[in-house]
């Protein structure tokens, strides 16, 4: 079937109004092309990773090196995605960080958006950089188009974020993400 730009159009989960360059926490989700399992497996509610398993954790852990303003909180590697927050650091805004003295207040300094997703030092690069690194070490795509993110606002959706990290390898016949 060819491109028809009347059925064949795809809406952004992105929130217009939101700079995705800005300092703060943000949950990101990044999947398998058909949730195929090459990264590993779970044995004993652990994940074994196998070498592009490694190789995509050797990618993870290198985003500070190539994004100073960024670090790197909890993530795991799944067989067939990968779950992790990144934090862009303090650029002079306000923002929700766990250790900050706002506590649960809300975000509120968001600001229009002035780049696309796509420029540098947005979500949006920074998971399309750890992506080509992974394509690159193991020599093809493997990656589904686009990836999940949410941004995380206050200490509450922290510390469910973060639980739900640390047990996804123990919950994973249950996972929305789930394969054979």
């Known amino acids: 079937m060819s491109y028809n730009p009347d059925i064949h159009h795809r809406r952004s989960v992105r929130l217009r109004e939101y700079d995705y360059a800005q300092a703060g926490l943000y949950f990101i989700t990044i999947c398998v092309q058909n949730h195929k399992c090459v990264f590993g497996n779970i044995v004993n509610d652990e994940i074994i990773l196998n070498e592009y398993g490694r190789m995509a954790n050797d990618c993870w852990l290198e985003i500070p090196q190539h994004y100073q303003n960024v670090v790197l ?7 067939n995605h990968i779950h992790g927050i990144l934090e862009i650091a303090d650029v002079g805004v306000e923002y929700f960080r ?6 649960n207040k809300r975000v509120e300094n968001i600001r229009p958006l ?14 399309r950089g750890f992506k080509i690194g992974v394509t690159k070490q193991i020599g093809y795509s493997i990656w589904q188009r686009n990836y999940h993110e949410h941004i995380i606002r206050n200490q509450n959706r922290h510390a469910i974020i973060v639980d739900y990290i640390n047990n996804n390898p123990a919950k994973w016949e249950n996972d929305r993400f789930y394969a054979n």
């Open 114 to 127: 002035r780049r696309p997703n796509c420029e540098p030092g947005t979500i949006g690069a920074i998971v």
């Open 98 to 103: 766990p250790d900050n003295e706002t506590g």
């Open 73 to 79: 909180h909890e993530f795991v590697i799944m067989p």
